[in-house]
């Protein structure tokens, strides 16, 4: 099983960055996917899910609005398209599988995580 995150970078507050998470060896179909987010010194938090079975989405109040989650089932990828950062947005963001295909961002229902891609915002 492999989740492979990227897209990450320096961006300017106001400004957007696409993350792309592309997984491999398991039934992508019956998993949800899910983004999480951890800045330095702070708990690892989620962000957005989606479930790929029927593209039910999720978000988190913090990012309601500015971010979309999507998902590519025939190239086994979800993207995050994250618009109107914020400095606060600044975090290392981590996708993970989980097969449990509830609409969760309970880190404990994931099987399954990425290495993360680094995203800084500067004000």
């Known amino acids: 099983v492999q989740l492979v995150e990227s897209g990450g970078g320096l961006v300017q507050a106001g400004g957007s960055l696409s993350l792309s998470c592309a997984a491999s060896?398991?039934?992508?179909?019956?998993?949800?996917i899910g983004w999480f987010r951890q800045a330095p010194g702070k708990e690892r938090e989620g962000v957005s899910c989606?479930?790929?079975?029927?593209?039910?989405?999720y978000y988190t109040d913090p990012v309601k609005g500015r971010f979309t989650i999507s998902s590519d089932n025939a190239k086994n990828t979800v993207y995050l398209q994250m618009n109107s950062l914020k400095p606060e947005d600044t975090a290392v963001y981590y996708c993970?599988?989980?097969?449990?295909?509830?609409?969760?961002?309970?880190?404990?229902?994931?099987?399954?995580w990425g290495q993360g891609t680094q995203v800084t915002v500067s004000s």
């Open positions: 993970a599988a989980s097969s449990r295909r509830l609409l969760s961002l309970w880190r404990l229902h994931y099987d399954y």
């Open positions: 989606i479930r790929n079975s029927d593209g039910s989405t």
């Open positions: 060896g398991f039934t992508f179909d019956d998993y949800a």
